[in-house]
């Protein structure tokens, strides 16, 4: 079945650092690939997403590109901020269908 | 703000008891999406619905049901609770039955004494 897994954290860095976290995904078909961040207390909130092969989704500074060839959707930012500080989890689906997550990495940043 | 609404944002309760857990999806979406996020399990699918239709059933356990309603609201209904219920239940939305995105509410976090 369909799968995500993501790197381990948590990842601490300090402002300004670049950050990746790493994404690779099992999937039958051609699936849509999203992050999303959760803050502390609060609910996931989608961070950005992309629909096919070779697609980038951008937003707030993070980016990540779908790349087919190594099942892979790598999320990264070249100057991460105090603020950036939450649970970042990718998850993928099918049109219409659930999301499948992965475990969620957590990121700490310190000024 | 995802549009989505939850309540109530936190419930106590003993074992063995009965909770709702209520959603609003975003104004003319007609999918809702029901979560489980626990510690050991992480983000678990229990169920969507589909303009008051149920469409596809993920990790939901026989003690726990769903419904949409006319007006596209839902519950997830939670009964003979036990300690290991004790999770966020996430509710989330999307528009056309062929979206990829889905907006999530603010959770609801059950907790079982």
């Known amino acids: 079945g369909n799968s995500v897994t993501q790197m381990e954290g948590p990842v601490t860095l300090s402002e300004e650092a670049f950050l990746t976290i790493n994404c690779t995904y099992t999937?039958?078909?051609?699936?849509?690939l999203f992050w999303y961040v959760q803050y502390p207390g609060e609910g996931l909130q989608l961070l950005l997403k992309?629909?096919?092969?070779?697609d980038k989704g951008s937003n707030k500074g993070f980016e990540a590109t779908y790349r087919k060839e190594t099942t892979s959707f790598h999320l990264e930012k070249g100057s991460v901020q105090v603020s950036d500080s939450a649970v970042y989890f990718c998850?993928?689906?099918?049109?219409?269908?659930?999301?499948?997550f992965g475990k969620g990495t957590t990121l700490s940043v310190s000024s | 703000d995802s549009g989505v609404t939850q309540t109530p944002k936190h419930l106590i309760t003993a074992t063995g008891q009965r909770v709702t857990l209520r959603c609003s999806p975003r104004s003319g979406d007609l999918s809702v999406y029901w979560y489980q996020q626990s510690l050991d399990q992480g983000l678990q699918f229990l169920i969507q619905y589909y303009n008051g239709e149920e469409r596809a059933k993920g990790n939901i356990l026989e003690r726990f049901s769903a419904q949409q309603f006319p007006d596209l609201h839902s519950e997830l209904n939670l009964s003979s609770l036990e300690l290991g219920d004790s999770a966020l239940y996430f509710c989330a939305s999307s528009g056309r039955p062929d979206s990829y995105e889905q907006y999530f509410g603010p959770g609801t976090r059950l907790t079982v004494t």
């Open positions: 998850a993928l689906n099918q049109a219409g269908t659930a999301l499948i």
């Open positions: 992309a629909t096919k092969a070779d």
């Open positions: 999937a039958t078909g051609y699936p849509s």
